[in-house]
C-alpha cells in the first residue's frame, strides 16, 4: 500500500513537473512569435519607407514648369525618321522647355521602359549604383523595372545603394517629365562615377541588350558646359558637338566639367546608337542658361538634347 502510494506521489511529481515545462515552453515560444511578427513589422515599415524616394518637384513648380511649356511651346520641332533608341536630355530645371520638347518626341513611339543613366554628382558609393525603389513625383510615382536591376545586380555590374540614388538629381529631375508624358513606362535609374570607363559602359549595355527591344530608350542625363559667361559656353558646345559627331570617345573622356558633367553617361547613348549600326544623331536644341534668361553676366549652364533614330539625321 505505501509503495502504490510512493509511485502514485512520484507520478504526480513527474506530472505536474510537465505540466510547468509545458507551461514555461508555450510561453516563451508564444513570447518568441511576438518578437518575431513584432521584428517582421518592423521589416515591412523599413520596405514601405524606401519604397519610393521622394520628389525634386513640388508640385507648384510642376504646375509652373507645365504653364510655362503651354505659353512658349515650341514650333517646328525637327522631328527624327525612324525609331528612337537613345536621346540626350538635361537635367537642370532651368532647361524644362527642352526636356518637355524631346520627351514629348520620344512619347510619340510609346516606349515601356526607360533606362535613364546619369552623373552620380557627388561620386559617392560605386561607381556604377542602381536601385529598386519608385520616385515620386507630382504625377505619381514612377516605377522602377525589377528584373532589368536584378540583372545588373547579379552580374556584378552596379550595386543597390537606394541612400546616394535618392539624392542624385540627374535622375530625380526628369522622372516627373516621364511619369507626365510616359505614365505606364517604368525606369532603370543607373548612376554612374566620373571616372567609369568606357569598356564598363560597354559590359553595362551588353547586360542591358536583352531588354532594349523596340519599346526601350535609353536616355543620357547630361548637362554641359559648367559655370562660363554665355560665348565661352556656346564655344566649348561647339568644340563638344564636333566630338560627338565624330564619336570620338577619347577626346570626349578627356574632357572635364567645363565641357560636360558625365562624359560615360553621353556615351552610353552614343555607344548604343553605335551598336545599333548608326553614327548619325538630331539635334533638337542647343542653348544654355544665360540665353534662357536673358543675362551675359551669369556663370551658365549648356544643354543639348538629342535624338538617336534607327534613320537618324544631322
Not at 522631328?79 to 530645371?93: C, D, F, Q
Not at 543597390?160 to 540614388?165: G, I, P, Q
Request: aromatic fraction near 8%; glycine fraction near 6%; hydrophobic fraction near 45%.
Amino acid at each position: 500500500m505505501r509503495l502504490k502510494l510512493r509511485l502514485s506521489l512520484k507520478n504526480l511529481i513527474i506530472l505536474i513537473g510537465l505540466i510547468v515545462l509545458g507551461c514555461f515552453l508555450i510561453l516563451l515560444t508564444g513570447c518568441s512569435g511576438e518578437a518575431q511578427s513584432e521584428e517582421e513589422n518592423k521589416s515591412e515599415q523599413r520596405v514601405e519607407l524606401v519604397s519610393s524616394h521622394p520628389s525634386f518637384v513640388t508640385k507648384e513648380e510642376w504646375n509652373s514648369i507645365l504653364a510655362e511649356q503651354a505659353a512658349s511651346r515650341a514650333e517646328n520641332v525637327a522631328l527624327p525618321e525612324g525609331r528612337i533608341v537613345s536621346a540626350v536630355l538635361p537635367h537642370h530645371l532651368v532647361a524644362g522647355r527642352l526636356i518637355v520638347n524631346a520627351i514629348e518626341t520620344l512619347a510619340r513611339q510609346n516606349p515601356n521602359l526607360i533606362i535613364l543613366v546619369g552623373p552620380n554628382h557627388f561620386n559617392k558609393g560605386a561607381k556604377v549604383i542602381t536601385g529598386f525603389s519608385g520616385w515620386q513625383t507630382p504625377e505619381g510615382v514612377v516605377a522602377v523595372e525589377d528584373r532589368v536591376v536584378s540583372v545588373l545586380l547579379d552580374k556584378g555590374l552596379a550595386l543597390r545603394d537606394e541612400e546616394v540614388l535618392s539624392q542624385e538629381h540627374s535622375v530625380g529631375a526628369l522622372v516627373p517629365f516621364l511619369k507626365y508624358f510616359l505614365p505606364e513606362a517604368k525606369i532603370v535609374p543607373l548612376i554612374l562615377h566620373h571616372d567609369v570607363s568606357l569598356h564598363e559602359v560597354d559590359a553595362l549595355l551588353n547586360a542591358l541588350e536583352p531588354f532594349l527591344n523596340g519599346r526601350a530608350v535609353l536616355i543620357s542625363s547630361v548637362d554641359f558646359s559648367h559655370y562660363l559667361p554665355r560665348s565661352e559656353a556656346q564655344a566649348k558646345d561647339r568644340e563638344t558637338i564636333r566630338y560627338m559627331r565624330n564619336f570620338n570617345y577619347a577626346t570626349l573622356f578627356s574632357l572635364g566639367n567645363d565641357y560636360l558633367d558625365s562624359p560615360a553617361s553621353l556615351a552610353a547613348a552614343l555607344r548604343l546608337a553605335e551598336k545599333r549600326g548608326f553614327k548619325e544623331f538630331s539635334v533638337l536644341d542647343n542653348t544654355n542658361s544665360g540665353i534662357i534668361l536673358q543675362n551675359d553676366f551669369i556663370e551658365t549652364t549648356s544643354y543639348f538634347t538629342l535624338v538617336f533614330s534607327e534613320r537618324g539625321s544631322a
